[in-house]
């Protein structure tokens, strides 16, 4: 049996030698930069033009699940799309870059840095900035009717192991496009901020 580093390393390679830019989001970037956890998948911010999906999926056929027509489908609507990773039956979620100037921020601020995906193996990726991982998990949490323990438990942790550090001023700014900024208030003063 294969480990989500070894799925992640292949995937990576694939998007290196195809030159698709990409960003790791969710629960391992707010791992990354704050306490760790066990997550069921991998979020992947990726920039795959509509050219590029046949041969992206076609890269990964021996060893993932990726079906081009689903990802084709998926993307058109905005949506993400997963693939699986046969050797370690891990799921990577691959959600479309949006043409928002947040997330086109966003990307921009994305950082190369190693990461312990499964607690094993290191594995370099680029992955979403101590900011942007708070923004995008306070957003989830609305999504999800403010009722996750789990996404709120990654929010506090992210913020009392890196929260020293943060830009307040980008937080607010983008928080208040995301349409979150009472969550994050709530979130700096349950931390003491």
Not at 70 to 84: G, V, W, Y
Request: proline residues 3%.
């Amino acid at each position: 049996m294969s480990t989500l580093a070894e799925g992640l390393s292949r995937l990576l390679s694939v998007l290196g030698r195809m030159e698709i830019p990409y960003e790791i989001g969710g629960s391992v970037a707010s791992s990354a930069h704050g306490i760790p956890r066990t997550t069921f998948d991998v979020d992947i911010v990726v920039d795959l033009k509509p050219d590029q999906i046949d041969n992206f999926a076609a890269e990964l056929q021996s060893d993932f699940y990726a079906d081009a027509q689903q990802i084709r489908e998926a993307f058109a609507k905005d949506r993400p799309a997963n693939i699986i990773h046969l050797g370690s039956i891990w799921k990577f979620d691959l959600f479309p870059l949006r043409k928002d100037e947040y997330s086109r921020t966003e990307f921009a601020r994305r950082t190369l840095r190693e990461i312990r995906p499964d607690s094993g193996e290191a594995v370099e990726c680029t992955i979403a900035s101590m900011e942007d991982t708070l923004l995008r998990k306070l957003e989830w949490y609305r999504a999800g009717e403010e009722s996750s323990e789990r996404q709120w438990s990654d929010l506090r942790g992210v913020w009392r192991a890196t929260g020293a550090r943060a830009n307040l001023e980008y937080l607010r700014k983008w928080s208040r496009f995301l349409k979150v900024a009472d969550l994050l208030e709530r979130l700096l003063a349950e931390t003491g901020n």
